[in-house]
C-alpha cells in the first residue's frame, strides 16, 4: 500500500522570512532540534513551507519551539528533519482543491481507549461499521516483532560469548589450580578430606567470581555511556543503544558468578582425582 | 687464593663483587673475589648458606654481572659482553647442571639432550649421533625416550650432565648437583661429574655436601662472599 | 628442534588447557568472523537480489528509493522517451497498490497489487502455468496461490484500493495465468501482478501513473543514469550501486554498527583472553625459561618461542573459527529473517573474501599483541635470580 507524507521530504522548499507588523500573525508550528540546528532556525522565526521544490503556494509560519524528536529505531540514520503543526494548517496547506472531502483527508486516526484490553473488539467493530477504513491494534505486528527479533539475535550473540568465556575460564582455573597441585598434594597427605579442599577452592571460586562480576558491571556501566554517547553523537538522536538495567545486572551476576565458582570447581575436581601422592611430587 | 693466570686458564675472575640492591639495604653477596680456573681442573666451592657460593657460580658462568671487577674467559674480557654474546659463550662453551635438573618436560630424554646441540646449529644427522654418544655415556641410553616424568631423580640429573655436555663444553658448573638425590644416587651423580673431568672438562661443584666436595682437587671455602679458605688435595 | 615445533611441544604437554585456549579462541574467532559477514552482508545481499531482477537503474521522483513520494505522471511516455536512449536497453514501469482478490465462495486475501507496463521483461520468474499474456491475467506469488487455494487458470475476482484512494472501484475479474516467483517476497508477502493497464483498470483510474521506472541499460548503467538525468532533471535516476548506497545510510546502519562494535569487543576479549593465557603459562615457567637462558638459548630465541606459542594457539583455533563461524552465521541468520518484511532471499551473513582476509589479519594481530607482555616478561627475566627463587622454592 502506498504511503504518503506532504511534509519534509520536501523540505528544501524552507524560505526564512521575518513578518511585518501589518501581515496577519502567522499560524505557530514547532520544529525539531536537528532541523533547527541545520537550518539555523530559532524560536520566533517565520518560516515558508510550500508542497513542492519550487515553493509555490507557500505559507508563513512562525516557529514557536523546538522540540526533540521521540527516537524511532525504526529511522535510525535518519536524521529527523520535521515539523508539528496544528491539524487544520496541515490540511490548509496540503488540501486538492480538486477533491470533495480534501480539506478533511487524514493520512490516520490514533485512537486511545479508556480500556487497552478492548483494542482487538474495538478494532472489529470500526471495520465493521466503516467499510474502506481499516482498524487495528496499535502494537499488534511490524515495529515490535522487529524488536523482538533483534533481542533474540542479541541474546544469541549473547550466549555465544558467554560460551567462549566459559571456555577460557575453564583453561585459565585449570592452570591455575595447577598451581597449587603440590599445595594440595600436600593437603592431602596430611589427612585433610577432598570434599574439605573442594570447599575451600569453592569458597575462593566465588570471591574470584563476585569480584569479577562486579568488575564487569562495572566496566557495562561506563561502557554504557560511552557507546551511548557515540552513537547519539553519529546518529543525532536521542535514543538509548545500550542499557543496563537492574534486571540485566541481576542476570549477568547470575550467569557470571556460579560459572566462575564452577569453573573452578571442575578444575580442582579433576586435579584431585589424581593421587595425592603423584600431586606432591614434583 | 691465586693470582697467576697461567696460559691454559680457562677462566680468570679479578677481584669481582657482586652488590645486590635491596628495599633494606645493599647486600654484598661477592666481595672483590679473584679466582683462577684452569683447564681440565675440578673444584669445589663450599660455604655456609648466603655466603655467595651461588652467586660467584652464576656470574663464573655468565649467567649474572660482576657489579666490579673483571671476568676473562680463555684471556677474553666477557664482562661487558652483550646478551647474545654471552648467551653464545653459555651455549659452546660452557655446561650447566642445576640442583632441580630443569629439564624440558614435554620432551624426551634425547630430546633433551639434542636442544642445545640445535640450538647451537650442529646438523641432523651430528647431533642424533652426539645425543646416543652422550646418553651412552651417561649410561642412559636405553631410556633416550622417555620422558623425565618417567625417570628416577638420578637419571634426570644424568641427563642433565649429558644436557651440559652437548656442546663439548671447556667448563662444567655444577650448583649442587646432589641437593635433590639421595646418598646413593648421589654417589652414582658425582662418580659421573669425576669422569666428565677426567675426560678433560673442567669442573666447578658448589655443594653443601662434604662428600662431593672431598672429591675435589680444590675445595673452595667461602664465608660472606670471600674464599676463606683453600685447600688442594 | 626449530622454533615452531618446540611452542607445539609446550603446547602439546598441557593438552586440557592448550585445547581449551584454542576453543576459546575458536568460539571468538567465529563470533568475529561472522561479524565481518554482517558488516557488509546485507548490502551484498541486497545489491545481488538488485542485479538478479535484471534492472540496473530506477527511476524515481523523490531522493529516496524505496520512499514516500509523488507518483510518476504520464509514466508510459516517460518509459517511451527513456527507453529512446542510447544508453538504455529497455524500461519498465512499475507500480504498486493492494488489492483484495477472492475466489467465487472463497475468503478474500489482501494483496500487493504490482501492474507493470512498459516492455517485456518482467521483474518476476514464472514457476508454474505461464506468464502473464492477455487482458486481465495476473500472476500470483505461491503463498497467496496457497491462502486462496488457487492454480493456474482460476478466475478471481479483484478489488483494488489504489492511491488517492478516494473512490471504490468496482470489482474485476482476473484469470491466473501462472505462480511466480517475487525475488523481494517475505516469507508472509501475498503477492500478485499484472499489467499496467489492467492495474489501472482495477483502480477505475486512467493508465499511465507509476511508482518508479526501472531501466535496464546498455551496458552502463552510470551512464545511462547520467543521460535520464539530464533528460529529466526534475527526477532522480539511481544505479542499483547507490540505491544500496541510500538503503545503507537509512536502514541498514544498525547492522554495520553493531558488527564494528562486536568486532571490536571481540577482538578486544580474544586479546585480554590470550594474553593472561599465554602470561600464567609462561610465568609458571619461569624456571625452566631460566634454565634455557643458562644453558645457551638467547633472548630472542625464548621471546621467538613464546611468540609462536600464540600464533599456534590462534592460528589453529583460528582455523577451526571458520566452519563454526559458518554454521554460526546460519543460526543468526535464521534469527534475523524473521524480522518482518524482511525477503526470503536476502540474507544478513553473506560470505565474500576480503571477510576472510580481514579475519586472518585481526586475528593475526590479535596473536602477536597477545604475546607482547609474556614475550616482555621471558625478555627481561633475570636469569640468576629465577634460578635462585626456583631453587629456593
Same mark, same amino acid.
Given at each position: 500500500?502506498?504511503?504518503?507524507t506532504?511534509?519534509?521530504?520536501?523540505?528544501?522548499?524552507?524560505?526564512?522570512?521575518?513578518?511585518s507588523?501589518?501581515?496577519?500573525?502567522?499560524?505557530?508550528?514547532?520544529?525539531?532540534?536537528?532541523?533547527?540546528?541545520?537550518?539555523?532556525?530559532?524560536?520566533?522565526?517565520?518560516?515558508?513551507?510550500?508542497l513542492?521544490?519550487?515553493?509555490?503556494?507557500?505559507?508563513?509560519?512562525?516557529?514557536?519551539?523546538v522540540?526533540?524528536?521521540?527516537?524511532?529505531?525504526?529511522?535510525?540514520?535518519?536524521?529527523?528533519?520535521e515539523v508539528?503543526?496544528?491539524?487544520?494548517?496541515?490540511?490548509a496547506?496540503?488540501?486538492?482543491?480538486?477533491?470533495?472531502?480534501?480539506a478533511?483527508?487524514v493520512?490516520?486516526?490514533?485512537?486511545?481507549?479508556?480500556?487497552?484490553?478492548?483494542?482487538?473488539?474495538?478494532?472489529?467493530?470500526?471495520?465493521?461499521?466503516?467499510?474502506?477504513?481499516?482498524?487495528?491494534?496499535?502494537?499488534?505486528?511490524?515495529s515490535?516483532?522487529?524488536?523482538?527479533?533483534?533481542?533474540?539475535?542479541?541474546?544469541?550473540?549473547?550466549?555465544?560469548?558467554?560460551?567462549?568465556?566459559?571456555v577460557?575460564?575453564?583453561?585459565l582455573?585449570?592452570?591455575?589450580?595447577?598451581?597449587?597441585?603440590e599445595?594440595?598434594?600436600?593437603?592431602?597427605?596430611?589427612?585433610?578430606?577432598?570434599?574439605?579442599?573442594?570447599?575451600?577452592?569453592?569458597?575462593?571460586?566465588?570471591?574470584?567470581?563476585?569480584?569479577?562480576?562486579?568488575?564487569?558491571?562495572?566496566?557495562?556501566?561506563?561502557?554504557?555511556?560511552?557507546?551511548?554517547?557515540?552513537?547519539?553523537?553519529?546518529?543525532?538522536?536521542?535514543?538509548?543503544?545500550?542499557?543496563?538495567?537492574?534486571?540485566?545486572?541481576?542476570?549477568?551476576?547470575?550467569?557470571?558468578?556460579?560459572?566462575?565458582?564452577?569453573?573452578?570447581?571442575?578444575?580442582s575436581?579433576?586435579?584431585?582425582?589424581?593421587?595425592?601422592?603423584?600431586?606432591?611430587?614434583? | 687464593?691465586?693470582?697467576?693466570?697461567?696460559?691454559?686458564?680457562?677462566?680468570?675472575?679479578?677481584?669481582?663483587?657482586?652488590?645486590?640492591?635491596?628495599?633494606?639495604?645493599?647486600?654484598?653477596?661477592?666481595?672483590?673475589?679473584?679466582?683462577?680456573?684452569?683447564?681440565?681442573?675440578?673444584?669445589?666451592?663450599?660455604?655456609?648458606?648466603?655466603?655467595?657460593?651461588?652467586?660467584?657460580?652464576?656470574?663464573?658462568?655468565?649467567?649474572?654481572?660482576?657489579?666490579?671487577?673483571?671476568l676473562?674467559?680463555?684471556?677474553?674480557?666477557v664482562?661487558?659482553?652483550?646478551?647474545?654474546?654471552?648467551?653464545?659463550?653459555?651455549?659452546?662453551?660452557?655446561?650447566?647442571?642445576?640442583?632441580?635438573?630443569?629439564?624440558?618436560?614435554?620432551?624426551?630424554?634425547?630430546?633433551?639432550?639434542e636442544?642445545?646441540?640445535?640450538?647451537?646449529?650442529?646438523?641432523?644427522?651430528?647431533?642424533?649421533?652426539r645425543?646416543?654418544?652422550?646418553?651412552?655415556?651417561?649410561?642412559?641410553?636405553?631410556r633416550?625416550?622417555?620422558r623425565?616424568?618417567?625417570?628416577? =631423580?638420578?637419571?634426570?640429573?644424568? &641427563?642433565?650432565?649429558?644436557? *651440559? /655436555? #652437548?656442546? $663439548?663444553? +671447556?667448563?662444567? !658448573?655444577?650448583?649442587?648437583?646432589?641437593?635433590?638425590?639421595?646418598?646413593?644416587?648421589?654417589?652414582?651423580?658425582?662418580?659421573?661429574l669425576?669422569?666428565?673431568?677426567?675426560d =678433560?672438562?673442567?669442573?666447578?661443584? &658448589?655443594?653443601?655436601?662434604? *662428600? /662431593? #666436595?672431598? $672429591?675435589? +682437587?680444590?675445595? !673452595?671455602?667461602?664465608?660472606?662472599?670471600?674464599?676463606?679458605?683453600?685447600?688442594?688435595? | 628442534?626449530?622454533?615452531?615445533?618446540?611452542?607445539?611441544?609446550?603446547l602439546?604437554?598441557?593438552?586440557?588447557r592448550?585445547?581449551?585456549?584454542?576453543?576459546?579462541?575458536?568460539?571468538?574467532?567465529?563470533l568475529?568472523?561472522?561479524?565481518?559477514?554482517?558488516?557488509?552482508?546485507?548490502?551484498?545481499?541486497m545489491?545481488?537480489?538488485?542485479?538478479?531482477?535484471?534492472?540496473?537503474?530506477?527511476?524515481?521522483?523523490?531522493?529516496?528509493?524505496?520512499?514516500?513520494?509523488?507518483?510518476?505522471?504520464?509514466?508510459?511516455?516517460?518509459?517511451?522517451?527513456?527507453?529512446?536512449?542510447?544508453?538504455?536497453?529497455?524500461?519498465?514501469?512499475?507500480?504498486?497498490?493492494?488489492?483484495?482478490?477472492?475466489?467465487?465462495?472463497?475468503?478474500?486475501?489482501?494483496?500487493?497489487?504490482?501492474?507493470?507496463?512498459?516492455?517485456?521483461?518482467?521483474?518476476?520468474?514464472?514457476?508454474?502455468?505461464?506468464?502473464?499474456?492477455?487482458?486481465?491475467?495476473?500472476?500470483?506469488?505461491?503463498?497467496?496461490?496457497?491462502?486462496l487455494?488457487?492454480?493456474?487458470?482460476?478466475?478471481?475476482?479483484?478489488?483494488?484500493?489504489?492511491?488517492?484512494?478516494?473512490?471504490?472501484?468496482?470489482q474485476?475479474?482476473?484469470?491466473?495465468?501462472?505462480?511466480?516467483?517475487?525475488?523481494?517476497?517475505?516469507?508472509?508477502?501475498?503477492?500478485?501482478?499484472?499489467?499496467a493497464?489492467d492495474?489501472?483498470?482495477?483502480?477505475?483510474?486512467?493508465?499511465?501513473?507509476?511508482?518508479?521506472?526501472?531501466?535496464?541499460?546498455?551496458?552502463?548503467?552510470?551512464?545511462?543514469a547520467?543521460?535520464?538525468?539530464?533528460?529529466?532533471?526534475?527526477?532522480?535516476?539511481?544505479?542499483?550501486?547507490?540505491?544500496?548506497?541510500?538503503?545503507?545510510?537509512?536502514?541498514?546502519?544498525?547492522?554495520?554498527?553493531?558488527?564494528?562494535?562486536?568486532?571490536?569487543?571481540?577482538?578486544?576479549?580474544?586479546?585480554?583472553?590470550?594474553?593472561?593465557?599465554?602470561?600464567?603459562?609462561?610465568?609458571?615457567?619461569?624456571?625452566?625459561?631460566?634454565?634455557?637462558?643458562?644453558?645457551?638459548?638467547?633472548?630472542?630465541?625464548?621471546?621467538?618461542?613464546?611468540?609462536?606459542?600464540?600464533?599456534?594457539?590462534?592460528?589453529?583455533?583460528?582455523?577451526?573459527?571458520?566452519?563454526?563461524?559458518?554454521?554460526l552465521?546460519?543460526?543468526?541468520?535464521?534469527?534475523?529473517?524473521?524480522?518482518?518484511?524482511?525477503?526470503?532471499?536476502?540474507?544478513f551473513?553473506?560470505?565474500?573474501?576480503n571477510?576472510?582476509?580481514?579475519?586472518?589479519?585481526?586475528?593475526?594481530a590479535?596473536?602477536?599483541?597477545?604475546?607482547?607482555?609474556?614475550?616482555?616478561?621471558?625478555?627481561?627475566?633475570?636469569?640468576?635470580?629465577t634460578?635462585?627463587?626456583?631453587?629456593?622454592?
Amino acid at each position: 500500500m502506498k504511503r504518503r507524507t506532504f511534509l519534509l521530504a520536501l523540505s528544501t522548499t524552507l524560505i526564512v522570512a521575518f513578518s511585518s507588523a501589518q501581515t496577519p500573525e502567522p499560524p505557530s508550528i514547532l520544529v525539531s532540534r536537528q532541523l533547527a540546528e541545520t537550518e539555523g532556525l530559532a524560536e520566533g522565526d517565520v518560516v515558508r513551507l510550500a508542497l513542492d521544490a519550487a515553493g509555490a503556494g507557500a505559507r508563513p509560519f512562525r516557529i514557536a519551539g523546538v522540540y526533540e524528536p521521540t527516537p524511532d529505531p525504526m529511522r535510525l540514520g535518519t536524521v529527523p528533519r520535521e515539523v508539528r503543526m496544528h491539524l487544520p494548517d496541515l490540511l490548509a496547506l496540503t488540501s486538492d482543491d480538486d477533491a470533495p472531502t480534501g480539506a478533511e483527508h487524514v493520512a490516520r486516526i490514533n485512537i486511545a481507549l479508556a480500556d487497552p484490553a478492548n483494542a482487538h473488539a474495538f478494532a472489529r467493530s470500526v471495520n465493521g461499521r466503516a467499510p474502506g477504513v481499516f482498524a487495528r491494534r496499535a502494537a499488534a505486528t511490524g515495529s515490535a516483532s522487529t524488536f523482538v527479533v533483534l533481542e533474540r539475535f542479541h541474546l544469541a550473540i549473547a550466549v555465544v560469548t558467554i560460551v567462549a568465556a566459559t571456555v577460557f575460564l575453564l583453561a585459565l582455573t585449570i592452570m591455575l589450580v595447577d598451581e597449587r597441585r603440590e599445595t594440595v598434594g600436600v593437603l592431602r597427605l596430611i589427612g585433610l578430606p577432598a570434599p574439605r579442599i573442594l570447599l575451600q577452592v569453592l569458597l575462593e571460586g566465588l570471591l574470584i567470581a563476585s569480584a569479577g562480576a562486579l568488575f564487569g558491571l562495572a566496566l557495562a556501566w561506563v561502557s554504557e555511556g560511552l557507546i551511548n554517547r557515540f552513537f547519539q553523537w553519529r546518529y543525532n538522536t536521542a535514543l538509548i543503544f545500550v542499557q543496563v538495567t537492574p534486571r540485566v545486572a541481576a542476570l549477568c551476576v547470575a550467569i557470571a558468578v556460579p560459572l566462575g565458582a564452577s569453573a573452578t570447581l571442575a578444575a580442582s575436581w579433576a586435579l584431585m582425582r589424581r593421587g595425592a601422592l603423584r600431586l606432591a611430587r614434583r | 687464593m691465586t693470582n697467576a693466570v697461567y696460559h691454559d686458564t680457562v677462566l680468570f675472575a679479578d677481584r669481582v663483587s657482586r652488590v645486590f640492591q635491596m628495599p633494606a639495604g645493599p647486600v654484598v653477596a661477592v666481595r672483590d673475589l679473584t679466582l683462577t680456573i684452569t683447564q681440565g681442573e675440578h673444584a669445589a666451592i663450599r660455604g655456609p648458606s648466603g655466603c655467595g657460593k651461588s652467586t660467584l657460580l652464576h656470574m663464573l658462568g655468565c649467567v649474572d654481572t660482576p657489579t666490579s671487577g673483571r671476568l676473562l674467559f680463555d684471556g677474553h674480557d666477557v664482562t661487558t659482553l652483550g646478551d647474545r654474546a654471552r648467551s653464545l659463550l653459555r651455549l659452546r662453551q660452557i655446561g650447566f647442571v642445576f640442583q632441580r635438573f630443569f629439564l624440558l618436560p614435554m620432551l624426551t630424554a634425547a630430546e633433551n639432550v639434542e636442544l642445545p646441540q640445535a640450538e647451537a646449529g650442529v646438523p641432523k644427522a651430528e647431533r642424533a649421533r652426539r645425543t646416543f654418544e652422550l646418553l651412552d655415556y651417561v649410561g642412559l641410553a636405553p631410556r633416550a625416550g622417555h620422558r623425565p616424568s618417567q625417570l628416577s =631423580g638420578g637419571e634426570m640429573q644424568r &641427563v642433565a650432565i649429558a644436557r *651440559a /655436555l #652437548a656442546n $663439548r663444553p +671447556r667448563l662444567l !658448573l655444577a650448583d649442587e648437583p646432589t641437593g635433590e638425590l639421595d646418598q646413593t644416587t648421589g654417589e652414582q651423580v658425582a662418580a659421573l661429574l669425576d669422569r666428565v673431568n677426567a675426560d =678433560g672438562t673442567a669442573l666447578v661443584i &658448589v655443594t653443601h655436601d662434604p *662428600a /662431593l #666436595a672431598g $672429591r675435589a +682437587r680444590r675445595i !673452595l671455602t667461602m664465608r660472606d662472599g670471600r674464599i676463606e679458605h683453600e685447600a688442594t688435595q | 628442534m626449530n622454533v615452531l615445533g618446540f611452542a607445539w611441544r609446550s603446547l602439546v604437554r598441557q593438552p586440557a588447557r592448550s585445547t581449551l585456549g584454542i576453543l576459546g579462541v575458536a568460539a571468538v574467532g567465529a563470533l568475529l568472523f561472522d561479524m565481518l559477514l554482517l558488516s557488509q552482508g546485507l548490502l551484498l545481499s541486497m545489491r545481488g537480489l538488485l542485479d538478479r531482477m535484471g534492472f540496473d537503474v530506477r527511476v524515481v521522483s523523490s531522493d529516496q528509493f524505496p520512499g514516500p513520494g509523488p507518483d510518476l505522471d504520464d509514466a508510459q511516455t516517460l518509459a517511451a522517451q527513456i527507453a529512446g536512449l542510447p544508453s538504455v536497453r529497455s524500461v519498465v514501469t512499475i507500480r504498486s497498490e493492494s488489492a483484495d482478490l477472492q475466489r467465487a465462495g472463497g475468503e478474500s486475501v489482501r494483496v500487493t497489487f504490482l501492474g507493470v507496463g512498459g516492455s517485456t521483461v518482467r521483474p518476476w520468474t514464472v514457476v508454474s502455468g505461464r506468464d502473464i499474456a492477455a487482458d486481465r491475467e495476473l500472476v500470483l506469488n505461491a503463498y497467496a496461490a496457497e491462502e486462496l487455494d488457487a492454480a493456474p487458470g482460476d478466475a478471481v475476482l479483484v478489488k483494488a484500493f489504489c492511491f488517492p484512494e478516494d473512490t471504490a472501484p468496482p470489482q474485476q475479474t482476473f484469470r491466473i495465468a501462472g505462480i511466480a516467483e517475487f525475488l523481494f517476497d517475505a516469507p508472509d508477502t501475498l503477492g500478485a501482478a499484472t499489467t499496467a493497464d489492467d492495474l489501472a483498470l482495477a483502480c477505475a483510474q486512467e493508465a499511465g501513473k507509476a511508482d518508479f521506472v526501472a531501466v535496464v541499460s546498455a551496458g552502463d548503467p552510470e551512464a545511462a543514469a547520467a543521460a535520464i538525468s539530464a533528460q529529466h532533471p526534475d527526477l532522480r535516476a539511481m544505479t542499483n550501486e547507490q540505491a544500496v548506497g541510500q538503503l545503507q545510510q537509512r536502514g541498514f546502519t544498525y547492522f554495520r554498527q553493531i558488527s564494528t562494535v562486536l568486532s571490536t569487543v571481540t577482538v578486544s576479549f580474544a586479546l585480554l583472553l590470550i594474553t593472561v593465557l599465554l602470561t600464567v603459562s609462561v610465568n609458571q615457567r619461569l624456571g625452566e625459561v631460566a634454565a634455557l637462558r643458562a644453558i645457551g638459548f638467547s633472548q630472542r630465541r625464548v621471546v621467538l618461542d613464546v611468540l609462536c606459542e600464540s600464533v599456534l594457539i590462534v592460528g589453529i583455533g583460528g582455523g577451526l573459527s571458520l566452519p563454526l563461524g559458518w554454521l554460526l552465521a546460519q543460526w543468526l541468520d535464521g534469527i534475523l529473517k524473521r524480522m518482518p518484511n524482511i525477503p526470503v532471499q536476502l540474507h544478513f551473513f553473506v560470505f565474500e573474501p576480503n571477510a576472510l582476509a580481514v579475519h586472518a589479519l585481526l586475528l593475526g594481530a590479535t596473536a602477536i599483541l597477545a604475546a607482547v607482555y609474556p614475550m616482555r616478561i621471558v625478555a627481561r627475566l633475570p636469569i640468576a635470580a629465577t634460578l635462585r627463587n626456583e631453587t629456593v622454592s
